[in-house]
Every structure is written in C-alpha cells, then in structure tokens.
C-alpha cells in the first residue's frame, strides 16, 4: 500500500473529504455516502491523519511501560501496534 494523502484534511461540502489547501491547492480525496451517519463518519474520516500521529506518538511511551509492568501495557501495546498496521496497510 502506498503513502496516504498527508492531513490535515478537512470536510468539505456534501460529505467530501479534502486536503487542506496546500502549494497544490489541495485536492478532494474521498466522498462519503450515505445519508444516515454520513457527518459522523466524514468527521471520522477527516481526523485519521491526526489519529495515525497520535497512535504513533504514544508508542515509545507505550513501549517502555509494557516492557516494565507487562499486562496491560502489553495488551495495548498490541491493540496500538493492529490499529497502526490497519492504518497503514502493514
């Protein structure tokens, strides 16, 4: 899988996700059907670039405290590390 588009994006009109504007101008990168739900899941969808980073900057703490105290460090350790291979296609 390649890169994703770099965030922030943002929602634009009618459930389109966009890029912020950039050198490029930014660009619309996805569209999100559906009417029911379709707000919560554009929101959803505008934040993964801001999860994704959070996901990551909390692994080295995350790491260091699993290594120490195990159990439920190490849990979510496990559940950080799936949800970043989904993220990222790893």
């Known amino acids: 899988m390649g890169k994703h588009t770099p ?18 101008g930014g660009c619309e990168i996805v569209v999100v059907e559906g009417s029911i739900g379709r707000g ?5 969808i ?4 801001d999860l994704l980073a959070a996901l990551e900057a909390a692994r080295p703490d995350l790491v ?4 120490s105290y195990g159990g439920d460090y190490l849990k979510s350790l496990r559940l950080l590390d799936a949800a970043i291979a989904a993220a990222t296609g790893d």
């Open 7 to 24: 965030g922030p994006w943002k929602i634009g009109p009618h459930g389109r996700i966009q890029t912020a504007p950039n050198e490029a």
């Open 46 to 49: 505008a934040a993964a670039p």
């Open 40 to 44: 919560a899941n554009a929101t959803l």
């Open 64 to 67: 260091k405290y699993s290594n």
